[in-house]
């Protein structure tokens, strides 16, 4: 069992449409928790950063973390055709510059006009 | 510039040859980061560096892998005798030391392909 599993898709969702975008993980010592978004052809950028259970909101995204599940999501309001992406779950045991991230494998997008 | 920044964007090597990529963080992160990105999967990590701290190699698949960071900045991964399976996208990151969490910032990576 790999440590982290993310649905690869595709998604095709109409705009405006709720997106929910999940990860399961294995190893319970994981405490900080990250969603990346990447278009096509560039690099990861950080959409979304959590430490421990809990939501947090930043405009139309909320993530969710359930530590006692080992689940987190990424809810997407109100979805535009400019959120088409790859959406990364990270996760780490450390926060700071202490070490690497594990990737879930990535959820691609696509939201119709 | 303001991003990380990777070199070559775009390679196409022989099966066999050594592949050289490159990798100016931004200015002022102490943190890099070297992942990899093949078809259909998530990031793999290779390497970090940190400060003048010895680098966690814990992630390179073979000792054909290899990589350094010169004088805390620029970074380059070499790969040795590369194979077709060594095609994928090769993405730096950095980060500075004492920020809020995991903040990376990634290069736009360099794509590899093996022929």
């Known amino acids: 069992q790999k440590e982290v599993e993310q649905d690869p898709g595709p998604l095709s969702v109409p705009e405006g449409a709720i997106v929910s975008l999940n990860c399961t993980y294995s190893n319970s010592a994981f405490q900080y928790f990250m969603w990346y978004r990447q278009y096509s052809r560039k690099g990861p950028e950080l959409l979304m950063y959590t430490y421990s259970s809990g939501n947090k909101e930043d405009g139309r995204f909320t993530a969710q973390v359930d530590k006692s599940s080992k689940y987190i999501s990424l809810f997407i309001r109100d979805s535009q055709p400019s959120d088409s992406a790859t959406y990364l779950c990270?996760?780490?045991?450390?926060?700071?510059?202490?070490?690497?991230?594990?990737f879930g494998k990535g959820t691609k997008l696509s939201v119709k006009p | 510039g303001a991003g990380v920044s990777q070199s070559p964007s775009n390679k196409v090597t022989e099966k066999g040859k050594d592949v050289e990529l490159r990798c100016d963080p931004i200015?002022?992160?102490?943190?890099l980061y070297w992942y990899r990105q093949s078809l259909g999967q998530g990031l793999e990590f290779l390497i970090y560096?940190?400060?003048?701290?010895?680098?966690?190699k814990s992630g390179l698949p073979s000792d054909r892998f290899s990589a350094e960071r010169t004088g805390g900045s620029v970074s380059t991964l070499t790969i040795q005798r590369t194979q077709q399976e060594d095609s994928a996208v090769y993405l730096c990151?950095?980060?500075?030391?004492?920020?809020?969490?995991?903040?990376?910032?990634f290069g736009e990576g360099s794509w590899l392909t093996v022929v």
């Open positions: 560096f940190q400060g003048n701290s010895a680098p966690d």
């Open positions: 990270a996760m780490s045991e450390y926060g700071g510059s202490q070490g690497n991230l594990i």
């Open positions: 990151a950095s980060s500075s030391s004492g920020g809020y969490g995991n903040t990376i910032y």
């Open positions: 200015s002022g992160h102490t943190a």
